[in-house]
């Protein structure tokens, strides 16, 4: 499919339904939808939805949701995975969440800490190791800022109270031990995590005790979780600009700064999805606004430096300004670079978080073509957003699964496919280049004008690299 028509992808999506049974198909056929001109955003597909039982899903779970997105990177603070190894092991150092500090004496964002249930404990249940752990967490690692407790699937199955643990610690040790319950069996999707992770940062972490006076500029930078160096990109822009970042997190951030981010007269959002729960209270309870932005790529930033800019005084729109003008000749030289050998290439997305929108400015401003995009957990206001950046035809698909990904690439023949580590080696192995845009494949940052110069070097270094010419799957080769 050369170049996609509406009426084409309609029918593309009919086929490949066609394999499901009746009721499978009648369901995943809501999740499924093209981007029409004129198109009524909201309702346009169905989405945060349990996946069918036996139709393969990429989501990941609630625990995920709060101790990989929300509460792990928070760098002086150590977060127990309350259950069995696996899956604090499987997390751990996985999103490549920046940071400055000495791992092991005041920093721990790359360390498992783990309660390691075994069957005694599934019978027996698993308070007094959990008291016990966190007793030797504070003999080990006395620098610790506080502990918070991610409690896996067994936890909610044997009803621990993990409350009546955290409460009890807190007094005693005299810092916060906040009981999070992110059993990943719980809800759609890791979705509901962030959810369960922001209630638990109100209730537990958030207080009026921490009021003190505000300063004109005074802005925090939050749901923004450094990969690669993310959120240090974007505050140099902000900071240029005369704003006083006072709080990052969680990437790079610390207790104090979540403690802090009532002092502020402006919360800045960036991942929408796992923090918009928290903007809002923080809205609601102290009167602090919030506005989500997007720097990936020149465009976005411009428009979101300009945004910012709106709630302060003329002073900071004439600096948003000047930054604006300072990086025009270097982001010039980098399209003058880059955008002849990517020219109308053709992209298809599946990511979570707001990567399946926040980059499609970014590869425009290279004249590439975003063909296809989905969330593995978006919910109807992500893709009502994700509509206002998407040309006539493109592909939208909701938690997609892996039957249904591999047949729309093989009839739309994407050049460059960014998703997760799990789809990463399926289209490598198909001879198509990927680009693994969780944790921008051991590269990044790619936040801001810096960021775009990384991000463009990538994608032509994938895409344009000559091994894919030379790959041959076994079975096509002579003998």
């Given at each position: 499919m050369s170049s996609l028509h509406v009426e084409e992808t309609k029918a593309l999506i009919e086929e490949v339904l066609e394999v499901y049974p009746e009721k499978a198909r009648k369901d995943r056929a809501k999740h499924l939808a093209v981007a029409e001109p004129g198109q009524e955003t909201k309702g346009c597909i169905t989405s945060n939805?349990?996946?069918?039982?036996?139709?393969?899903t990429n989501r990941g779970c609630a625990y995920a949701g709060s101790k990989g997105v929300v509460w792990g990177p928070i760098k002086d603070m150590i977060h127990i995975s309350h259950g069995p190894v696996g899956c604090g092991q499987?997390?751990?150092?996985?999103?490549?969440?920046?940071?400055?500090?000495?791992?092991?004496?005041?920093?721990?964002?790359?360390?498992?800490?783990?309660?390691?249930?075994?069957?005694?404990?599934?019978?027996?249940?698993?308070?007094?190791?959990?008291?016990?752990?966190?007793?030797?967490?504070?003999?080990?690692?006395?620098?610790n800022k506080g502990?918070?407790?991610?409690?896996?699937?067994?936890?909610?199955?044997?009803?621990?109270?993990?409350?009546?643990?955290?409460?009890?610690?807190?007094?005693?040790?005299g810092k916060p031990v906040v009981p999070v319950r992110c059993e990943g069996f719980r809800g759609v999707s890791q979705s509901l995590g962030h959810h369960i992770a922001n209630d638990a940062v109100r209730d537990w972490v958030l207080s009026e005790d921490h009021k003190r006076e505000v300063g004109p500029y005074d802005v925090a930078l939050i749901a923004d979780y450094n990969i690669g160096g993310d959120a240090w990109s974007s505050r140099i822009l902000l900071e240029e600009m005369g704003l006083n970042v006072v709080t990052q997190w969680s990437g790079d951030g610390t207790l104090n700064e979540v403690q802090n981010n009532v002092n502020v007269k402006l919360n800045l959002l960036h991942c929408y999805r796992s923090m918009n729960y928290l903007a809002r209270h923080m809205e609601e309870k102290y009167d602090i606004p919030w506005v989500e932005f997007n720097f990936f790529g020149p465009t976005k930033t411009e428009e979101s430096l300009r945004k910012i800019a709106s709630f302060f005084d003329e002073t900071i729109q004439a600096n948003a300004e000047q930054v604006i003008a300072k990086y025009k000749a270097q982001t010039q030289a980098i399209i003058d670079k880059?955008?002849?050998?990517?020219?109308?290439?053709?992209?298809?997305?599946?990511?979570g978080g707001l990567r399946p929108r926040h980059t499609?400015?970014?590869?425009?401003?290279?004249?590439?073509?975003?063909?296809?995009?989905?969330?593995?957990?978006?919910?109807?206001?992500?893709?009502?957003?994700?509509?206002?950046?998407?040309?006539?035809?493109?592909?939208?698909?909701?938690?997609?699964?892996?039957?249904?990904?591999?047949?729309?690439?093989?009839?739309i023949k994407p050049d460059l496919i960014g998703g997760g580590i799990k789809e990463k080696y399926i289209f490598q192995k198909m001879g198509i280049p990927f680009r693994q845009m969780h944790s921008w494949d051991y590269s990044g940052p790619y936040h801001g004008y810096d960021g775009f110069a990384?991000?463009?070097?990538?994608?032509?270094?994938t895409l344009n690299n000559p091994c894919w010419k030379e790959l041959t799957a076994p079975w096509k080769k002579s003998a």
């Open positions: 939805r349990k996946a069918l039982p036996g139709v393969l499987y997390s751990r150092a996985g999103r490549r969440n920046y940071y400055v500090g000495t791992t092991g004496v005041d920093s721990y964002g790359t360390m498992n800490f783990t309660s390691d249930f075994q069957e005694k404990d599934i019978v027996f249940g698993g308070d007094k190791k959990l008291a016990t752990l966190i007793d030797e967490i504070e003999q080990l690692f006395p620098l502990i918070s407790v991610q409690s896996e699937c067994p936890i909610g199955l044997i009803g621990d109270d993990i409350e009546a643990v955290a409460k009890s610690k807190s007094a005693e040790l880059y955008r002849p050998r990517l020219e109308g290439k053709r992209v298809m997305l599946y990511v499609i400015g970014a590869y425009q401003d290279l004249g590439m073509e975003v063909v296809g995009t989905g969330y593995e957990f978006g919910h109807n206001d992500d893709y009502e957003r994700t509509l206002e950046d998407l040309s006539n035809a493109t592909l939208l698909y909701d938690d997609v699964t892996g039957f249904e990904f591999e047949e729309f690439v093989k009839a990384i991000f463009a070097r990538d994608m032509d270094m």
